[in-house]
């Protein structure tokens, strides 16, 4: 196998340019679909294990046609947001849905639900990329971070799609590890490499950790810049054990490793740096509008972050409403929403 640069890297950055000018966009061209709000994980990082925002709902197929539709100018969709979203049996109808208007798709999974039949569903949907959430190369880790005794499973799962791919001649959807890099699992990214490499992983991804102050989501587990050396020499065997086993080795948003744990925007005010009001639309199983996927990690109240409902009032009315533009203007000043005052800061230090 041999790595290559994913197409998720150019069409992220791309689609990031679009927003670069500071105009907003007619109509989003990105979106995040939260496909289920509930999980069946219990992560030591994510908000909803310390008690979810919203009444539970899977979204239903006809009311994400509904919404697709009223984007015209989408390139790219992700499938996730606070939730599962195996847990909604509607998935892969969404996911043919979306190819059969040309869109790139991609969604986060845990894989604890990638069973066969779902293996196959998934690969025939045509769907882009499976992002599998892994946080560690040993159960023990496994367990502290992810918050159930699954990892057997997931590394199970995760063959038996690589393998059913082959099988069927296919060559998406990509599959990718993601791990959040903590003070506690940072030493097996390494490791996650390797058993990338024996399941036949085509890529691993590295992403920095948000923390807002509950369970591992603190301050305490971020990776910090007086630790540096002793992170270079992790990415370090990362890199080379990655490039031994021809697999694509980065840090998120388009990023390297290091860029990702330790760049921070020059600007004494990087939240002006943002594009993504002005390009993305995100969704709750709701309809529920939110600025962007970091703002429910932020511990910021759900209503002050909340720009309208986009199933009830639809994607024009929201995306142009004054809400919406209220929250634009907050956010390019020097006084900006509570939800991305710390963009840029509450992270790596």
Not at 53 to 66: C, G, I
Not at 75 to 87: F, K, S, W, Y
Request: aromatic share 8%; hydrophobic share 40%.
């Amino acid at each position: 196998m041999k790595a290559s640069a994913s197409n998720t890297h150019s069409k992220h950055a791309e689609l990031v340019a679009l927003g670069k000018d500071g105009h907003t966009l007619p109509s989003p061209v990105e979106a995040y679909f939260e496909v289920a709000n509930r999980c069946n994980s219990r992560c030591a990082t994510c908000p909803l294990t310390f008690g979810p925002h919203e009444p539970a709902r899977y979204l239903s197929l006809e009311d994400f046609v509904a919404i697709a539709a009223q984007l015209p100018d989408l390139q790219r969709a992700v499938m996730h947001g606070i939730g599962e979203p195996l847990l909604n049996c509607s998935l892969p109808a969404m996911l043919r849905h979306l190819k059969g208007r040309n869109i790139h798709v991609v969604f986060n999974t845990n894989a604890t639900l990638l069973t066969r039949k779902r293996q196959i569903a998934l690969i025939e949907s045509g769907l882009d990329e499976i992002r599998i959430s892994i946080d560690g190369s040993s159960p023990e880790t496994y367990l502290r971070v992810r918050g159930i005794p699954r990892f057997a499973q997931v590394v199970r799962n995760v063959g038996q799609m690589v393998r059913a791919r082959h099988e069927m001649g296919a060559t998406n959807p990509r599959v990718s590890f993601w791990v959040t890099g903590l003070r506690e699992n940072l030493s097996e990214l390494p490791g996650v490499v390797e058993l990338a490499g024996r399941l036949g992983v085509d890529e691993v991804y590295l992403q920095r950790l948000t923390f807002w102050g509950e369970g591992l989501a603190v301050a305490e587990q971020s990776i910090h810049r007086n630790e540096q050396e002793e992170v270079e020499a992790i990415i370090a065997a990362a890199e080379q054990r990655a490039a031994e086993l021809g697999i694509a080795f980065n840090g998120a948003g388009a990023l390297s490793p290091r860029e990702n744990l330790f760049e921070r925007p020059p600007d004494a005010e990087p939240w002006r740096a943002c594009s993504r009001p002005l390009r993305l639309a995100y969704m709750t199983s709701n309809g529920t509008a939110l600025p962007c996927c970091i703002a429910p990690f932020t511990g910021v109240p759900f209503q002050e972050i909340t720009l309208g409902n986009y199933l009830q009032d639809g994607v024009a009315a929201v995306w142009h409403g004054e809400q919406y533009d209220r929250f634009r203007t907050q956010l390019y000043s020097s006084n900006p929403p509570a939800s991305c005052r710390n963009c840029g800061l509450a992270w790596s230090l």
